[in-house]
Every structure is written in C-alpha cells, then in structure tokens.
C-alpha cells in the first residue's frame, strides 16, 4: 500500500460526496414535483409522455397498486428483451451476422438485464448485434435502474406521509427517473467518455494491421453510450467480455476515476434526497456514515491483500514487493482495482476492472462479502436505500428490545408486521445464494462449468450465485457459466433477489404510509446520531453477513490457509 494509493481512493470518495449532496437535492425536488431548471425544457416531453400511454399523474397508487404496475410493467419488458434476443438473427443493424440466442441464454439475460444484474453468460462483442446492444439491453439499463429509483421514492414517501393510504404513481416516479436523472446524466457522461476514447459508432469493427503484419478485427459498436448508463444506472454488464479491464471501455487512470463516481453517485444522492423529504438530513448523513465506514474498511482490505506479497511469490523468488497483479491492468495497479471491485459489489453494479477470480483469497473475499450484506453500501440506485431502510427497521427494532419500548422510526411505530415483513425480505438473499450453492456443489451439471477444484472452485459457486440473487453481475472468471443449468438457476436467483424482496419491502411502505406520523419525545430512540450508526452497522454486519461465514470459511478463507500453506489458490 502506498499514501500515493489511498490518495486516489481518498479524492474518488471526495469527489462523490461533493456532487452526491446538491444531486440530492435536486431529486428531491423532482419527485416532489416541484419546478427545477429543467423543467421548461423536458416538461412538455414529460406531459406528452402520460397523454401518449394514458396515464394520470395526479392518480397515486396504493402499495399494492404501485407493486402491481411495477411487476406488469417489468414483466413485459422481459417479455420484449426474451423476443429481441431470441429473433436477433432475423432483425436489422446485426452488420456481423450474430445468430439468435439459445433459449436458457436468451432467458438468463432478458431477467438479468430487468433485474439490473447485468449478469453476462457470454462474450458482447462475439453474441449481440448492434439491435440488441442499443434497443435491448441499453434501454433496461435505464428501465431497470428507474424502477429502483421509484420503489425507493415510494418507501421515503411512506415515512414521510401520514395516514396516507397512496405511496405515489409508479409511471410517474419511473418517467421522471429517466427523463430528468439518468438521460441527462447519461448524456454528459457518454459525451465524456467519447471524449477519453470510448468509440461511439455504427460501425461493428475495423481490420487493422499488426506490427507483425497480420491482419486483426478489432469490434466498435456503440460503447460509450451503454457504458454511461452501465455505470450510472449500476447496471454493470459490458459492451464487451472484458467489461471496465476492456480499453474500449475505460482507456485511462482518468476514465476509471468517473465510472466509479459514477457508480456511486445516484446511489449517494439518493440518500440525500431522503434526508430532504422527511425533513431531517441528519438522518442521512447516519445512513452514509454507517456504509461509508463498512466500504472504506472493505477497501482497506482489499488494497492491503492485494499488495501484500504471498507466499508463492517468495517460493518463485519473485519480488513480493509489487503485490498481486494477477488479473489486473497495469493502468489502474492495486489501489484503484481494489476500489472499483469493492465499490462495484458495495453497490449493485457488477462491472470490473479486474478480475475478481485472481484476486488474493483475501482480496477475493471482500467483493464476495460486499454483495452477500445486500448491496447496501450504498447499493444500486433506489435499492441500496430501500434495503438500507429495511435495516435500519431491524435496527430500531433491536433498540427496543434492549430498552423496553416500541421501536420508532422516523415518528413511525415499527410494529410486528413490518419486523416480519423486514426479516421476510432479509432471508431472501441466503436462501437463493446458500441454497442454490449447495445443490451446485454436488450436481455434476453444475461442477462440470467449474475452472478450478477445492476451495477456489466452492469460492466460484458461491459468488456467482451471490451475484446473481445480489442482482450485482460480476463473476469470479473460472466459471463457464453458458448452460442450461447455470443460465437457468441464476435466472431464478436474480428474479427472487429482485422482486422476491421488493414485494415485502412495498408491503412494509404500505403499512407505514397509512399509520400517523408521531413527534419525537425524550423516550425515542434517536436515529441521527453515532450510537444508532454503530447499532446499524452491528446490524447490518450480523444479520446481512453472519449467516455466510460457514460457507465462507470453506471456500476463500480456506484457499488463504492453503496459500499461507504455500499451494497454489
């Protein structure tokens, strides 16, 4: 580790900050409805937009109601993604003459582009047409990352309403999401990126000639465009195999300091925003206070394995003195790869910049663990906050039961039905990822995709089914994941860790809406200040991770005994 290192993290994080509070702000005002600078000019388009698809903005849905328009409307994008992939041979700007997807492939990408997994079982620049990258899978990076936007909307406007039997109008949160945040973001950052050397065309590929005088087709297509979106929206999934390691993708020490901050910043802004609505910004600020303590930890851990020497490097006599750069791009180095790959699974993004299966043990095991706490620090946009929220539920909950008193949040009682509405959604994750990993483990139709035997091959299993029900997408490399088996099984994992825990979390926003708002006495808990920061991190610690460390201990903390051990990991 170098001061030179932290330094880059230290202004990466910075720089979030800064931009994340007055964005906040100005999604405050957009989902409150209220005039921004924008507005003269993307108004009328909003307005025209519910003409055109018959919607009333001014008619709010209950929870239920706001739950069922957002599955319908989920339900048909996969619907249209599942058809585009599987007719790609037949429809036009397919310039190489990509054939059409399999049926599990097919399945597996429609759900995990709906979802914001961004999970790719298959190479972008060898499989998808120029179509599908543009109509397809670009346009669910906005959809999927709206929809996040507005069910965590719905869940701040359940706090900070009172006796309100309404949470807002789905297709009135998802449009202003897309037209007044992520479009316009989009576009500057596209424009940015094009700038830094990010291709921007039509053109499917070139043929250049090699210093040996070969001939080599290098593969274009519309990269920087996708790759806004990618990062903004923590979708993740790439323009090509390589994804954020790719130079098409991120060219220089520059490009890789925006993709992070933008991943970071709607998710930040988010919570920000949350502060404003309820009236209360100290709220926020405990909220970032406590995820911010767990990344950076996760990112000192990170960065401390991945430059310490090991032991195989001593065994080879090779200066352990330049860390592990196995897997990495020599343009980013050790600090700003252990960076992005922990901000990429604090969040649920899913793009890399290196490959997390080279990683240390160690270094292996903190993007692992980041998606296993539920991608809440701070999560993808809207759903890092609506599960953060889900935690801080459980936390009050746990005040009050050491206290004696009915747990309050935000002048709202936390009763029984939104504890097990809480704990509901909160299973979700170890059931799909635990579950899925054990009949892996023994299946030969599962281990057969496996690169590596031993605790690396179990450290394989266990996160790509943590990626998948984490709706995040990064892999760990060793494992060839295109057949039916582990298209399909993944393709459930996403869809449970996406709407299986949405559906509680909309039941808890219900309950809460409807319930008076109290004021704050001498007895409540308060929620604003470090006491309840160390009690939401304990909370999150134990309850989002504590249930993995069994699976972990046999997976990548054996592999760093095995490599203490001095055998290959």
Known sequence: MTALGWLQIAVVFAVVLATASPLGAFMARIYAGEPTFLSTLLGPVERALYRFAGVDPSREHSALGYTVAMLVFNAAGFALLYGMLRLQGLLPLNPLGFGSLSPDLAFNTAVSFVTNTNWQSYGGETTMSLFSQMAGLTVQNFLSAATGLALAVALVRAFARSGSPTVGNFFVDMTRSVLYVLLPLAIVCALVQVWMGVPQTLDAATTVTTLEGAKQTIALGPVASQIAIKQLGTNGGGFFNANAAHPFENPTALSNALEIWQMLVIS??????????????????????????????????????????????????????????????????????????????????????????????????????????????????????????????????????????????????????????????????????????????????????????????????????????????????????????????????????????????????????????????????????????????????????????????????????????????
């Open 268 to 569: 930040t802004a988010i919570i920000f925003a949350f502060g404003r609505t309820i009236g209360d910004r100290r709220q926020a600020r405990a909220l970032i206070a406590s995820i911010g303590l767990i990344l950076v930890v996760g990112v000192g851990i990170a960065y401390w394995a991945e430059s310490a020497g090991t032991p195989i490097l001593h065994a080879a006599g090779i200066d352990p003195a330049g860390g592990n750069m196995e897997g990495k791009e020599v343009r980013f180095g050790q600090a700003a790869s252990a960076l992005f790959a922990t901000v990429t699974t604090g969040l649920s993004d899913g793009g890399v910049n290196a490959m997390h299966g080279s990683f240390t043990p160690i270094g292996g095991l903190v993007p692992m663990f980041m998606i296993q706490l539920g991608e809440i620090l701070p999560g993808g946009v809207g759903s890092g906050l609506y599960g953060l929220l889900v935690m801080a539920i459980i936390a009050v909950f746990v005040a009050g039961l050491m206290v004696g008193r009915t747990p309050e949040y935000l002048g709202k009682k936390i009763e029984a039905k939104e504890v097990k509405m809480a704990m509901l959604a909160i299973l979700i994750l170890p059931v799909a990822i635990l579950g899925f990993s054990a009949v892996a483990a023994v299946l030969p139709a599962a281990l057969a995709g496996l690169g590596n035997a031993g605790p690396h091959g179990l450290s394989e299993i266990l996160y790509a089914y943590s990626s998948a029900a984490g709706n995040n997408g990064s892999a760990f490399g060793g494992l060839s994941a295109n057949s039916p088996w582990w298209n399909t099984t993944l393709g459930i994992a996403m869809m449970l860790g996406r709407f299986a825990y949405i559906v509680p979390m909309m039941a808890i926003a219900g309950s809460l809406a409807g319930k008076t708002r109290l004021t704050a006495s001498s007895g409540t808990f308060p929620t604003h200040g470090l006491l309840f920061v160390g009690l939401l991190t304990g909370v999150i610690l134990i309850v989002g991770g504590l249930q993995f460390f069994p699976a972990l201990a046999l997976g990548p903390i054996a592999e760093q005994v095995q490599m203490l051990a001095g055998k290959t990991f």
